[in-house]
């Protein structure tokens, strides 16, 4: 269970890139076993039914190894952060107000007792998932796809029995395209308004769902009609319940169009590519070749990351290099003069917050965060508490950090000094931050995350029970087994 | 029951338009007792808070009487048509298979008898009330307001027992909602491909269930929030069942958005008009006065049109020509040598089929709506079925139609002129064609759609029992009556 594999295979295919905007993202990446392909052109006829057409024929058996283990390692990660995010006060929301209205108890909700119809528990499962802001990220295109497909592709697998094989299917090819539907417009679909996860997300979950439904090529246009009818979320909402309201619906409206289709319920056969479709009227960019060129061949899905601290991405090379120190030496706290950070300017814009009164503050601010994870060696959920945030320990050390900012620090860099009071100093110097699709969590490492942030509200043995499960997902006859496990006793 | 005052209001508030891409339409039409205002400036601070305090203000008490008896028109229009299309394949296939996922039986489908959970069943009755595309139209904006506001609050009314007044006040709400945010992006929204129904529709099914919910402020504002976050549908669509199922998910969704909110579920103050809200990301032209100007004062749901042939609009003068002639004298068929009519280009574009081979072909075929409506005096269901479209009366009369373009005929006018073998002729000029907002449908018109829509799915009796719960629907304790009146037996 490490990832070593998929390390080397990185640091071989990733060409050296300086993208100062965002973390470095390889464009495309060649699966395990299948060959390069040459970039086609860009074709713009037959979108929807070509997408379609490959969906339909896409089998388990042609799953490259590394593009299962990587939907795997998205599963388990969306999991548990569901779990985490299971008893939030949007999530209480939704379940007490939907229980009058749903149907029959088919699908159950993640670290909760209750059990809902397949769709409104997608929904609830799906809010649960992202409320933390601590799920996975395509950083291409910000799709959070385990978000949206997760509490689909779950819900209807436990009402349908669908095997470990299958799931696995419909969760790789609703990623893939959710995030090629993501390439195909962003960044001018996002920098409009959309909130992508839920306006491209749609059409993972309808895809994936679709897969375990086992439509034929016609239905499966047709679901893709129906869910790029449903886009859902503006990033207006962020900051409100209404961002993880946004997975939750496109989760339900992706299962909502694949079961219409399945039924006999047509669309167009180009909603995605049409004058008047989804891409056209929703984005000022349609690269149209993001969706269909090298199907089979290159997986966006390999370039899912996970976040390894439940806060902005900005702040993880500070927590990075704060974890490594604190990890490879043993620190005297009170002997510690300053911390002298080097940053990329992001990091002052969006966590400058020198005094964090709580942990939800505490997350907007480089200063705890260096402070905290120098004492601690963590950053997890305990690290951006109300008592970390409040801990003299934590508020003493926090005064003594200097963070300048360093034009030639990149997003996913920080330059980290400790100066002692006797002169001694620690260093170091992170390339890439820990989570970024160049450094990705190891698969200990996203255990330890599962149980950070799910522990608190499933017992230890089932969370490891759970994860036993999620590794072993291919081999499961019936994924309900997964759910079942997860589901809090009453 | 005659609209002879709207009619007289009508006449003298509407200035001379000649607006020639769309039947002319006022602007802004004062209540019958409420003073004119001056237009305000079009502030765009604090629209969704603006919207949201005078929904939760206004009462049915305020309401003028002319705008009751629209809402109530409006009411009864939408549920003939949607008994109408209540056994179309659309809705059946929606009904089928949404069965297992249904939550307790809250609300009746209409002229059918299966009853859903109130999300399913506004979903349902959605559809069934435009598939048919013989519903409401607020042709400012082409929103269809009655298609989502009547799903949506009618079942959420049946499930809550709300009263008539109740009922009615979210009627005409909702519908404000829906067309003043319609206004406020179109035409540019429409152009860009979003089928508007559903994307301005929906916000006002989230206002009408927030009103016979009670919300307070920030509750509605809340609903809206969630609204702007679930916009449905693409032009694309227009053409497949995907049309119809536009409005019935935002009718859903508008349900979906109001509980959420009633709930305590919270979302931005400001999604309407925020930079990265709703107007701003899915339209290139705002004008937010259209939304807050004049509330209370100016309605748009006087400005609701209904279809009075269940065809294209192009071939409504044609059609109210040909009916006035065969009413007004004893015409001869076989003694037409030939008809002339004088037409606005878009009529031959749209219905310039020849020699339609069934009852839908018929709908595209301005030879056809003459030929059929000179023989039988009339226009609807029957006249656009297979039936007559293969009547080789209706064959031989249609041979015999001669349309010619005339630059001068505006898209509601027509010039019809039919010449005998003998050289006599009979003459008609249509200035406004019946079912415009110059030329409205009479309280009879209404009811004589209702049956030639509706009777084939419910016994005329029953037809008219519904008539009559509808007109009197003020007086309602319980709205219920109605739904469980146009409920088919088992």
């Given at each position: 269970m490490t990832t070593m594999n998929r390390r080397d295979l990185l640091s071989t295919v990733i060409a050296a890139s300086a993208a100062a905007s965002a973390f470095t993202v390889p464009s495309a990446k060649a699966a395990d076993t299948a060959p390069k392909s040459e970039a086609g052109k860009g074709a713009d006829k037959?979108?929807?039914?070509?997408?379609?057409?490959?969906?339909?024929?896409?089998?388990?058996?042609?799953?490259?190894?590394?593009?299962?283990?990587?939907?795997?390692r998205t599963l388990l990660n969306w999991i548990g952060v569901a779990i985490g995010g299971s008893h939030?006060?949007?999530?209480?929301?939704?379940?007490?107000?939907?229980?009058?209205?749903?149907?029959?108890?088919?699908?159950?909700?993640?670290?909760?007792?209750?059990?809902?119809?397949?769709?409104?528990?997608?929904?609830?499962?799906?809010?649960?998932?992202?409320?933390?802001?601590?799920?996975?990220?395509?950083?291409?295109?910000?799709?959070?796809?385990?978000?949206?497909?997760?509490?689909?592709?779950?819900?209807?697998?436990?009402?349908?029995?669908?095997?470990?094989?299958?799931?696995?299917?419909?969760?790789?090819?609703?990623?893939?395209?959710?995030?090629?539907?993501?390439?195909?417009?962003?960044?001018?679909?996002?920098?409009?308004?959309?909130?992508?996860?839920?306006?491209?997300?749609?059409?993972?979950?309808?895809?994936?769902?679709?897969k375990l439904l086992n439509l034929n090529e016609q239905q499966m246009i047709y679901a893709l009609g129906l869910a790029a009818s449903q886009p859902v979320g503006l990033r207006e909402s962020f900051g409100s319940m209404n961002k993880s309201f946004n997975p939750g619906r496109a989760a339900a409206n992706g299962i909502f169009a694949a079961l219409l289709a399945a039924g006999g319920y047509d669309s167009s056969n180009a909603m995605i590519e049409a004058q008047r479709g989804w891409a056209n009227t929703i984005s000022t960019k349609q690269?149209?070749?993001?969706?269909?060129?090298?199907?089979?061949?290159?997986?966006?899905?390999?370039?899912?990351?996970?976040?390894?601290?439940?806060?902005?991405?900005?702040?993880?090379?500070?927590?990075?290099?704060?974890?490594?120190?604190?990890?490879?030496?043993?620190?005297?706290?009170?002997?510690?003069?300053?911390?002298?950070?080097?940053i990329h300017p992001n990091v002052l814009e969006l966590t400058g917050k020198k005094t964090?009164?709580?942990?939800?503050?505490?997350?907007?601010?480089?200063?705890?965060?260096?402070?905290?994870?120098?004492?601690?060696?963590?950053?997890?959920?305990?690290?951006?508490?109300?008592?970390?945030?409040?801990?003299?320990?934590?508020?003493t050390l926090r005064q003594k950090v200097q963070p300048t900012i360093d034009p030639a620090i990149k997003p996913d860099q920080v330059d980290m000094t400790i100066v002692f009071k006797d002169g001694k100093t620690l260093h170091k110097f992170i390339e890439h931050a820990v989570g970024s699709v160049e450094a990705p969590l190891s698969d200990d490492d996203l255990q330890r995350k599962f149980f950070d942030v799910a522990d608190s509200n499933l017992p230890h043995a089932q969370c490891q029970k759970v994860i036993d499960l999620c590794w072993k997902v291919e081999s499961l006859s019936n994924v309900g087994d997964i759910a079942a496990a997860a589901r809090a006793s009453a």
């Open positions: 037959d979108v929807t039914k070509t997408l379609a057409r490959y969906l339909v024929g896409a089998t388990y058996d042609q799953l490259p190894a590394n593009v299962r283990k990587e939907g795997t939030e006060p949007a999530v209480n929301i939704a379940s007490t107000t939907l229980t009058p209205f749903s149907g029959p108890a088919q699908a159950s909700l993640l670290g909760r007792h209750e059990r809902f119809d397949v769709m409104n528990a997608a929904f609830i499962n799906g809010v649960a998932g992202h409320v933390l802001d601590y799920d996975d990220t395509h950083l291409k295109t910000i799709v959070h796809p385990g978000a949206v497909i997760g509490p689909a592709i779950l819900a209807f697998a436990e009402y349908k029995q669908s095997s470990g094989k299958e799931f696995l299917n419909a969760l790789v090819l609703g990623v893939e395209t959710a995030c090629r539907i993501g390439n195909a417009v962003y960044p001018n679909h996002y920098d409009i308004g959309w909130h992508i996860t839920g306006t491209a997300g749609v059409f993972g979950a309808a895809a994936g769902v679709g690269d149209f070749h993001e969706i269909t060129g090298e199907l089979g061949q290159r997986y966006e899905s390999l370039l899912n990351t996970y976040k390894p601290f439940p806060c902005g991405i900005v702040l993880h090379p500070t927590l990075d290099a704060a974890i490594q120190l604190q990890r490879a030496n043993k620190i005297d706290i009170d002997k510690i003069e300053k911390v002298v950070l080097k964090p009164a709580d942990g939800l503050e505490s997350k907007f601010s480089v200063y705890h965060a260096t402070a905290v994870a120098l004492i601690e060696g963590a950053g997890g959920m305990k690290q951006f508490s109300d008592r970390a945030a409040r801990d003299p320990k934590v508020i």
